[in-house]
Every structure is written in structure tokens, then in C-alpha cells.
């Protein structure tokens, strides 16, 4: 195996001009870690807040202030195991596992805690499983920890035709809620499609505004105010904050508990955690086809700056794919 390897780097912060698709070192696993071949990744909001360093608190909580920790960006992955380290008990060198391992994924290789994988279904493809990293975790968890979704209850997914949204409206469904999604009109195809009850195109009708109520509202999109989406929320409901907003953000954060405190309304605003055992619940939903990978282009490694310069307009329908050969 050579020592070498094919990746797309950003050594500096800026938009996707800045990187370059050249050879580095091939990365090393230590005891703890396992080395992947990788067959696929995708690109997230989460990869070009980072790569332009923006805004700045990302630089100073994780980032590096001056110039990127990693030069390599790119969370989600699957792949094959091609090497594990000495203490490695959870996988093998051939197991195919997929999950959402933080950084190093726009490339041939990326080491990784084997607490950040599960293994890929053998009916699931490298792309399918490669795509739902952050976004399927993020879905997950906001329904079903954040919100508590229960049968019967009338959710709503602003931004349901998104990376995020497109698992949400169908994991919520497989929970037995009823679903309405809010998207533009060019996907109100595909939002249905995806098995939402309704869909509310968000051109022609405002959600806050039309006198229906919802006991969770999910919110990819956070382009709301607190004031207008809280009319929108039943007596007794949840307002889940996801889409990045740093108004809303900031809003909700220092005040959210205190708005909603006398009113039996509650406002969740979290980040997704990679959990092993919903890497697991993931992987099953994508093989009994519950759920499934909505993407809407495919990408080769060497082109990940066009993938990431795409997914900045923020018209990607579902998932955004880099398929590695």
C-alpha cells in the first residue's frame, strides 16, 4: 500500500478556491483508531461554515483561529476497514462501515474511533450509506430525543426537501406522525413523495400564518421569527431549532426558556451527537427501506469545490454526494 494519497485540502480559510486536490501522506491509525478506504462522503452546511472559518466562533471553539486545524474537511464517510489499530476489538480489516467520523473524509483514506462507525448493510450502497452521517444523526435526534415524537402527533418540517429534512419527514412518518412538510415548489414532488401528509409550499402560504397549529415543529430552515412560529405551535408543544440561523441562534439560546416559559411551549436547540447504537438504527431503517438517501448530484473526489460551491446556494435537494474511487 503506498504511503500516499489523493485528497482535496484546504489550508487556509476561504470559499472553495482555496482548495486543492493534490497528494498528501496517507494517514497512519494509532492503537485506538482504524484506517478506511473510502468509497464515499458527502458534503454538509457543516463543511463550508468551516472551510470559509465563519462565522468567526467556529475559528476560536474548534477550528484553529488563524489557518484550519485540519486540512482536510469532510465528515460523513463509508468505506471498507483497510488497517486497524492494536486495541481494536468492534471491527476488522474488510468490515464495510459507514458513520460520521468529524473531519478528514475528502479523501482516498481517513482514520477513525471506531465509536464514529457502524457497519454498512451489505443492501445498502457506499453512496446511500455515505450521504447520512450528520444528516440522518441530526434527524434522528431531533425527533426522536429533542421533540419526543409520538404516533398521532401533527409534525411540521420547515425545510424538508434539505439533507436533514428529507429524513426527517420520513423518519417521522415511520414514528407514525402526521407529517406536513414546508419546502419551495420545485420539490413539493418530492416532499410528498417522501410520504408527508401535506405540503405547504412556502411561496404560496406562510405556515405561521394560517391558523394551523402543530405539536412539534422541526425547523431546518430558521427563517422564522420566535414571535410568528410560536402562533404556529400547539398549547402544548416543542419548537426544535436546527437550521443555522445565528440570530435565531443567539435568540433562542439567551432567551428561548424564558419566552416560552409561561405558555407550555418549549423551544430544544442542540447539535447532533454521533451515537453508535443510531449509527445501528440508521443503518437498519436503510435496509428494510424505511428511509432511504435522497441525492441529488454525485460528485467525483476532484470535484468536491463544485460540490461545495453548490451546496452553498442552498438549493440541494436531499444529499450532496462525493463518490472516492
Not at 47 to 71: Q, T, V, Y
Not at 85 to 93: P, S
Request: hydrophobic share 45%; charged share 20%.
Amino acid at each position: 500500500m503506498s504511503d500516499m494519497m489523493q485528497a482535496v485540502t484546504s489550508r487556509t480559510y476561504g470559499g472553495p478556491e482555496v482548495m486543492k486536490f493534490e497528494q498528501i501522506a496517507r494517514p497512519v491509525p494509532n492503537a485506538e483508531q482504524v484506517l478506511i478506504k473510502i468509497a464515499a462522503t458527502s458534503v454538509n452546511p457543516y463543511d463550508w461554515h468551516f472551510l470559509r472559518g465563519k462565522p468567526f466562533f467556529i475559528r476560536l471553539a474548534a477550528s484553529g483561529l488563524m489557518k484550519p486545524k485540519n486540512a482536510v474537511l469532510g465528515a460523513d464517510v463509508s468505506g471498507t476497514v483497510e488497517a486497524v489499530g492494536a486495541n481494536v476489538t468492534l471491527f476488522k480489516v474488510g468490515d464495510e462501515v459507514f458513520g460520521d467520523v468529524g473531519a478528514g473524509t475528502f479523501a482516498q483514506y481517513t482514520v477513525a474511533d471506531p465509536s464514529k462507525l457502524a457497519l454498512k448493510p451489505v443492501k445498502v450502497s457506499h453512496i446511500d450509506a455515505g450521504v447520512v452521517g450528520i444528516a440522518g444523526l441530526t434527524a434522528l435526534q431531533a425527533l426522536r430525543d429533542w421533540a419526543e415524537v409520538k404516533a398521532g402527533q401533527k409534525v411540521l418540517i420547515n425545510g424538508a426537501s434539505g439533507g436533514v429534512g428529507t429524513y426527517a419527514v420520513q423518519i417521522a412518518k415511520a414514528y407514525g406522525a402526521e407529517v406536513t412538510g414546508v419546502c419551495s415548489t420545485q420539490n413539493v414532488a418530492l416532499v410528498r413523495g417522501l410520504g408527508a401528509d401535506h405540503v405547504i409550499d412556502y411561496k404560496k402560504e406562510d405556515f405561521t400564518d394560517n391558523g394551523q397549529t402543530y405539536d412539534v415543529i422541526i425547523d431546518l430552515a430558521a427563517n422564522r421569527s420566535i414571535a410568528d412560529t410560536k402562533r404556529a405551535m400547539a398549547p402544548m408543544s416543542r419548537w426544535v431549532l436546527v437550521g443555522f440561523n445565528l440570530k435565531n441562534m443567539l435568540m433562542g439560546g439567551l432567551f428561548g426558556r424564558w419566552l416560552f416559559s409561561d405558555s407550555g411551549k418549549a423551544f430544544v436547540l442542540k447539535v447532533a451527537e454521533v451515537v453508535p447504537d443510531d449509527l445501528t438504527i440508521l443503518a437498519e431503517m436503510l435496509a428494510s427501506g424505511q428511509i432511504r438517501s435522497v441525492i441529488d448530484r454525485t460528485y467525483p473526489l476532484k470535484d468536491t469545490p463544485i460540490a461545495i460551491e453548490y451546496i452553498e446556494t442552498m438549493r440541494a435537494k436531499g444529499k450532496v454526494a462525493i463518490e472516492v474511487s
